[in-house]
């Protein structure tokens, strides 16, 4: 890996980690278009440490109070109506699926997967499911209403993240919109789920990043680290963003643009301008 591969790389995880328009994809995409090969799942799941870890310092106090309260309702059942309380096991509960289906089909997820027929069919086909969602989810529930439901299915959605093209966002966000749930309270939640399955995939993935063994681009620890940290800067500034787009606009930005971007890329590959593997 070139450095200028793991700067363009760092900030295209950071750009597209929280939007509903799929990390994985675009780094998959990105990597075979202006490089000529794949970054790798390895190189993808260390870099969404720096996303993740931005996810941590946005939403710290909302994590400090829902462990302690957490805890807190643990040793006093008083206290276990408190939101912040059932917050925690809705965290516990929504990655249940992610962490199953994540060790069960790792080897997939890895290999068969990354392909871009497959990304680009995802983005598109997902495209018509974040539009649905906009159009059928009533939008009318806070977050104050989540109930443990919403949490295993959202939790489900964010398994489907595992195939690349399908966005963890999207997913969570979609589903959250089809329970009734506002943009918001989706989003919110979405990030607060996101937090255990990517910080443990992508510890589970720092070895493979060193050596991958085939897989994927080499990169050096310095370049790894600086494409962490670029993720970082730039994934912060995407939370923000998001959370403020999301209260007075809708999803379909984000639907146009999986559409055109997955159309662009299957004329690609129909072409042989790009390989799919």
């Given at each position: 890996m070139t450095w200028l591969q793991a700067i363009v790389l760092g900030a295209v995880q950071g750009l597209t980690e929280f939007l509903p328009i799929s990390s994985s994809g675009h780094l998959r995409i990105v990597s075979e278009i202006f490089f000529g090969t794949d970054a790798g799942a390895s190189f993808t799941a260390v870099t969404q440490l720096g996303t993740e870890a931005a996810v941590l310092l946005y939403f710290a106090r909302d994590i400090g109070r829902i462990v302690v309260a957490w805890f807190r309702g643990l040793l006093?059942?008083?206290?276990?109506?408190?939101?912040?309380?059932?917050?925690?096991?809705?965290?516990?509960?929504?990655?249940?699926?992610?962490?199953?289906?994540?060790?069960?089909?790792?080897?997939?997820?890895?290999?068969?997967?990354?392909?871009?027929?497959?990304?680009?069919?995802?983005?598109?086909?997902?495209?018509?499911v974040i539009a649905a969602a906009e159009y059928y989810g009533r939008k009318t529930r806070p977050i104050e209403d989540l109930r443990a439901r919403d949490g295993i299915i959202m939790g489900s959605a964010q398994a489907l993240a595992l195939i690349p093209g399908v966005s963890r966002s999207g997913g969570t966000i979609s589903a959250g919109l089809f329970l009734g749930l506002t943009r918001e309270a989706a989003a919110r939640y979405s990030f607060l789920l996101a937090i255990p399955?990517?910080?443990?995939?992508?510890?589970?993935?720092?070895?493979?990043?060193?050596?991958?063994?085939?897989?994927?681009?080499?990169?050096?620890?310095?370049?790894?680290?600086?494409?962490?940290?670029?993720?970082?800067?730039?994934?912060?500034?995407?939370?923000?963003?998001?959370?403020?787009?999301?209260?007075?606009?809708?999803?379909?930005?984000f639907v146009g643009y999986r559409i055109a971007l997955g159309t662009l890329v299957l004329v690609l590959l129909a072409t042989g301008v790009v390989s799919a593997t």
């Open positions: 006093h059942a008083e206290h276990r109506s408190d939101l912040d309380y059932r917050m925690g096991w809705y965290v516990i509960l929504g990655t249940i699926p992610v962490g199953v289906l994540g060790f069960l089909f790792k080897d997939q997820i890895r290999t068969g997967a990354r392909n871009l027929w497959l990304i680009a069919t995802m983005l598109i086909v997902f495209a018509l399955a990517v910080v443990a995939s992508g510890l589970f993935s720092l070895p493979d990043a060193f050596e991958p063994a085939g897989e994927g681009l080499n990169a050096s620890g310095s370049q790894l680290l600086v494409a962490t940290l670029i993720a970082f800067a730039i994934g912060y500034a995407s939370i923000a963003w998001l959370l403020r787009f999301v209260v007075n606009h809708s999803m379909y930005w």
